[in-house]
């Protein structure tokens, strides 16, 4: 199916705000990588800010598709969150855009001015979803099968491992010696970032996970 208008130039949008931030790219530029003209651009979007916090939005709301499922689900809590790491991964690996305009919203709020309407209701959002992995480790220290890590901060270093990940752009590819978004960097991504996270916060209790099996080795940077 073609995409409507508003469909393509939120495409555009969320391209354009983070590969050149907020303050980078204008309207008028948007308007016509979209094959629109910019009359149009403002029959969807009355301003730059309300278009930036409807991008912001979107992608929101597909993290919020891969992950929420995967919190909510029955079993062992080393298995759930598991599950959530891997559907965190998918969701930022998913669109290359995704990491990088992330990234760029939690360094760069000072440009957007006046707090544009709407941004306030979708930081609550991302902190409703950074409250639901802090709660399942809370669970996991109290059940006996994770240590009573600082939720917080472990939460903190899973933002930073991800988002700064997919966000790095031709520097992580040189790390890796492959593409950060090709299919097996991205599965190698999700299993080395499960193997640390399991031995970080393994219970002194708990009965060891198997860990992953041997990873295919790296390609060093040139």
Request: proline share 6%; no cysteine; charged share 25%.
């Amino acid at each position: 199916m073609e995409p409507s208008s508003r469909e393509k130039i939120l495409e555009v949008a969320e391209a354009g705000f983070a590969r050149r931030g907020f303050a980078g790219i204008g309207m008028r530029e948007m308007a016509a990588a979209a094959g629109l003209g910019k009359s149009s651009l403002f029959h969807h979007f009355a301003s730059k800010a309300e278009l930036y916090v409807a991008v912001l939005e979107r992608v929101i709301e597909r993290i919020e598709a891969h992950v929420l499922p995967a919190l909510s689900l029955d079993g062992d809590i080393p298995a759930r969150l598991d599950a959530a790491v891997d559907a965190l991964v998918d969701s930022l690996a998913e669109h290359p855009s995704t990491a990088r305009l992330l990234l760029r919203t939690l360094v760069e709020d000072e440009q957007h001015g006046a707090q544009p309407d709407g941004l306030a209701a979708a930081e609550a959002r991302v902190l409703a979803l950074i409250g639901a992995f802090a709660a399942l480790l809370r669970a996991g220290a109290e059940a006996g099968a994770l240590r009573a890590a600082a939720p917080a901060h472990a939460v903190q270093a899973l933002i930073g491992a991800t988002v700064y990940h997919f966000a790095s752009g031709e520097f992580g590819d040189t790390v890796l010696g492959r593409p950060i978004f090709s299919a097996e960097a991205v599965a190698g991504y999700r299993r080395e970032l499960k193997h640390l996270l399991r031995s970080g916060l393994a219970s002194p209790e708990a009965s060891p996970r198997a860990g992953p099996s041997r990873a295919p080795k790296e390609n060093p940077p040139s």
